[in-house]
């Protein structure tokens, strides 16, 4: 099995109460890779400006990430953003996004990865994101992501890909905001009505909720003393989650998908202890595994349906 993503490669400064970064690497499509990369092989697909160098590079294939369709426009800057978190760390404040290479990109993707199995559409311009779907005909999975800035600016389009998708992961607010509707059972039905089989709503903190024609599942943060920066959180929860499913020949029933969220959430619990994805660099399978085993542990809720294991 095979997992393509596109998504933002960026570089980011970033201020918390904890600290600060000038220029970390980040980028939706970066953390994606690097948690998916636990579980699975993984190619990003996105460019990068001149800025971009080894060093950058190398974080990526250190993981066994696929490079290959990362690409690299002469004269240009890679995608920027800035951001900031006071106390409530659920909510980041953006302070600047310069799209840069993004600007006029067309994804011209390499065969093996039109041919993946799996397809996470990360955050970024949905035009672009509907683009790199229809060339990856082969993608039995696809699930998407995205955020308020692409609902305010791209509302229609970003709808369009959504209804060509199998499964949508988004803050619960900005899901609120693209359906207007401020109950969150309404606002995944509205979704759910618009094509995806799968519903998943992160919520910082507080956790993620599960949507299917089956029902409903809730699955609370894992819970850590020490949070110093959440950029990040949301793509390693994806990565996490699409590396599983990954891993498991893409199936998405229930128990599949509340195991997948469970690593999602383990993944997500150890980028948010440090900035960028500091944390990701070191951080080896055997911690993960023994975090997910001390999560199930912990909580006390029926996390995995009586036929799962
Ligand atoms: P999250 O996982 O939700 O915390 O996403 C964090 C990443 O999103 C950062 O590394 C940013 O580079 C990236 N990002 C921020 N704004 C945008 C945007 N408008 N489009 C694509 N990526 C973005």
């Given at each position: 099995m095979s997992l393509t993503v596109v998504g933002s490669i960026a570089f980011d400064a970033i201020r918390t109460p904890f600290g600060e970064r000038e220029r970390a690497l980040g980028g939706s499509a970066v953390?994606?890779?690097?948690?998916?990369?636990?579980?699975?092989?993984?190619?990003?697909?996105?460019?990068?400006?001149?800025?971009?160098?080894?060093?950058?590079?190398?974080?990526?294939?250190?993981?066994?990430?696929?490079t290959d369709d990362i690409e690299h426009v002469e004269g240009g800057r890679t995608f920027f953003w800035s951001g900031e978190y006071d106390w409530d760390l659920n909510t980041a404040h953006t302070l600047d996004t310069q799209l840069n290479v993004f600007g006029d990109f067309e994804p011209k993707l390499s065969q093996a990865s039109r041919e993946s199995d799996l397809l996470f559409l990360a955050n970024i311009q949905p035009d672009l994101q509907r683009d790199v779907r229809e060339q990856c005909t082969g993608a039995q999975l696809a699930a998407l992501d995205s955020m308020n800035f692409?609902?305010?600016?791209?509302?229609?389009?970003?709808?369009?890909?959504?209804?060509?998708?199998?499964?949508v992961l988004m803050n619960d607010a900005e899901l609120r905001m693209l359906t207007e509707e401020p109950n969150l059972m309404r606002a995944a039905a509205a979704v759910r009505a618009m094509g995806p089989r799968v519903v998943i709503a992160k919520q910082g903190e507080y956790g993620a909720a599960l949507f299917t024609e089956?029902?409903?599942?809730?699955?609370?943060?894992?819970?850590?003393?020490?949070?110093?920066?959440?950029?990040?959180?949301?793509?390693?929860?994806?990565?996490?989650?699409m590396g599983y499913l990954d891993s498991q020949d893409?199936?998405?029933?229930?128990?599949?998908?509340?195991?997948?969220?469970?690593?999602?959430?383990?993944?997500?619990s150890f980028w948010v202890e440090e900035f960028g994805c500091e944390r990701a660099e070191r951080l080896t399978r055997e911690e993960i595994d023994e975090r997910y085993e001390e999560f199930k542990r912990i909580t006390s809720i029926e996390w995995v349906p009586a036929s799962g294991g």
């Open positions: 953390h994606f890779s690097l948690a998916a990369s636990f579980f699975t092989e993984v190619r990003p697909v996105g460019p990068v400006g001149d800025d971009f160098g080894e060093a950058e590079y190398e974080v990526l294939r250190r993981h066994g990430v696929i692409w609902i305010e600016s791209t509302r229609e389009s970003l709808i369009q890909t959504i209804s060509v998708v199998d499964m089956d029902g409903f599942f809730a699955l609370p943060a894992y819970p850590l003393e020490t949070v110093r920066d959440p950029t990040g959180a949301g793509d390693s929860f994806a990565g996490g989650l893409g199936a998405l029933d229930d128990a599949t998908l509340r195991r997948a969220m469970t690593y999602g959430s383990t993944l997500a």
